[in-house]
């Protein structure tokens, strides 16, 4: 699967039934090559203006299954919630 692949997916979390948006980014272990969070950008400040507030760090080891349109993950929501600078 490419990373592109991942950008058209929608992250569902499975503790509360609710979307958290799409893939933004992927953080990546250089010296494996492995994948070790997905990053989801949270909502906009103001009307997408301002930027955003916070971003979701998910742990690759919290994704339950990932599907032909959506990615099912098993996260506290105030647990991978990362204020944005």
């Excluded at 997916?9 to 969070?37: P, Q």
Aim: glycine fraction near 8%.
């Amino acid at each position: 699967m490419r990373f592109f692949d991942l950008k058209q997916k929608e992250v569902i979390n499975i503790c509360t039934c609710r979307s958290l948006g799409c893939v933004g980014d992927l953080d990546i272990d250089c010296n494996t090559g492995c994948i070790l969070f997905l990053i989801i950008p949270g909502p906009g400040k103001f009307c997408w203006f301002l930027g955003r507030e916070y971003e979701y760090v998910i742990p690759w080891k919290c994704i339950v299954q990932i599907g032909a349109d959506i990615i099912l993950v098993d996260v506290h929501e105030e647990d991978v919630r990362r204020k944005c600078n």
